[in-house]
Structures are given as structure tokens and as C-alpha cells.
């Protein structure tokens, strides 16, 4: 059965301006956690990943970004009647280390856009991240939300995810790595600047 996805009301006072974001205002969403919570929300999803160059985009990568979307916005996305209204533009694939070459992920995350035009290479962002509770009774979330999370209100009911303004990390690159994501995909930026990007990128996973 699948979970439900589940986006907290914003605890700031004043609310952060992209919690919930405007409707007519140009931003681009990340969304990204573990595999496993994703496997909750779409439980009988493929992973095409066995490929030296996986397909673009993942079938998961349009699914989480449609129910991101209709969560922030409430209304389910247009593209065919509003020009602009979601595109996916990237995905993060976060590759499990073995000792041999085997193709598997244990993180995925998507990057998609409202309203932002073509030639806005630098937009603004709003940085999610899906919360695993189930695999450590809450330990983590307790550790690093601002706020308590009661494991007996999402497990096996729903899944977390928390906006970066309701988070005890700040972000500060968020801007910067989601947005050079997305020029690495479209080929707008070198090698060397990748590389950088893949470091700050597992940095921003692994510490809080």
C-alpha cells in the first residue's frame, strides 16, 4: 500500500516566503531523501539503474515531483494548459559503493520548475528533504528537526518532508548546488566544476 506524502505547515513566524510558495511566482523545487521512504510513496515504482547511463528521468522522478507539487500548490500540475507550470529539469541518483561495479541507489532525488523561464539560469530555490523515521525509530528526525516527530504518526501511515526554512540546517549552498545540477545536466558547466558539486552534494546529505 502506498504511504502518503506529507509536508508540514511552516513553524516560522513569519512564514518563510517559498512555505507554501506563491502560486504565480518562478521556483524551482528539489525533493530528495532515501530510497527507501520513496519506496513507501510509490511502492510498486522501477528503477532503471543497471545502465552505465541510467534513462532521464527516472519513473519516479516525474510521479514525486507531480505529488510535490500538488501538496505546495494544491491543485495538481497543468503543463499542457499553464506553459512552464512543472518540468522536471534533474535528478540526483545517490550510488551505493561496492567493491564491484553494481548499479544500485540508495537516495534519489528530483529537481522540477514552476514558472521559470528558459534563459533563468539561476533561480530561485526551494530546497525539500523526505525524512526517514521508520529505519531508525525517529532517532534521526528527533536529532535534527526543530520540532518532535512522533514515529507513531507516520509509520506505515505517512511520509515526512521537510522544507529547509524547518530545518535546523540552513542551507546556504542550496541555491548554488541545485541550481549547478541542473546546468550539469544541460551541459552548461566543465567537469571540474561537477566533481565540486558532487562533494558538496554528499557534505549536504550526510551532515546536518
Known amino acids: 500500500m502506498a504511504l502518503e506524502l506529507y509536508i508540514p505547515p511552516c513553524i516560522r513566524n513569519p512564514v518563510d516566503p517559498h512555505h507554501p510558495p506563491p502560486p504565480n511566482k518562478p521556483l524551482r523545487i528539489q ?3 532515501p530510497l527507501v521512504a520513496i519506496e513507501r510513496l510509490f511502492p510498486k515504482i522501477q528503477w532503471h539503474v543497471r545502465d552505465v547511463e541510467p534513462e532521464f528521468p527516472q519513473p519516479a522522478g516525474p510521479k514525486l515531483a507531480e505529488l510535490t507539487y500538488s501538496l505546495l500548490y494544491g491543485r495538481n500540475a497543468s503543463p499542457d494548459v499553464i506553459r512552464g507550470d512543472l518540468v522536471v529539469r534533474h535528478e540526483y541518483l545517490g550510488w ?3 567493491p564491484k561495479p553494481v548499479q544500485e541507489i540508495d537516495y534519489y532525488g528530483v529537481t522540477f520548475d514552476h514558472l521559470v523561464p528558459p534563459d533563468d539560469y539561476d533561480p530561485e530555490v526551494l530546497q525539500i528533504n523526505i525524512i526517514e523515521i521508520e529505519d531508525d525509530n525517529g532517532v534521526y528526525a528527533n536529532t535534527y528537526m526543530p520540532f518532535h516527530v512522533d514515529v507513531a504518526e ?3 501511515k505517512r511520509v515526512l518532508a521537510v522544507p529547509r526554512c524547518c530545518q535546523k540546517r540552513k ?3 542550496d ?18 566544476h561537477e566533481e565540486i558539486d558532487v562533494t558538496e552534494k554528499n557534505d549536504a546529505v550526510n551532515t546536518p
Do not use: L
Open 96 to 98: 551505493i559503493m561496492h
Open 175 to 192: 541555491r548554488r548546488r541545485v541550481n549547478e545540477g541542473v546546468d550539469r545536466k544541460e551541459g552548461r558547466i566543465t567537469v571540474k
Open 31 to 33: 525533493i530528495e531523501g
Open 154 to 156: 507516520y509509520a506505515g
Open 171 to 173: 542551507g546556504t549552498t
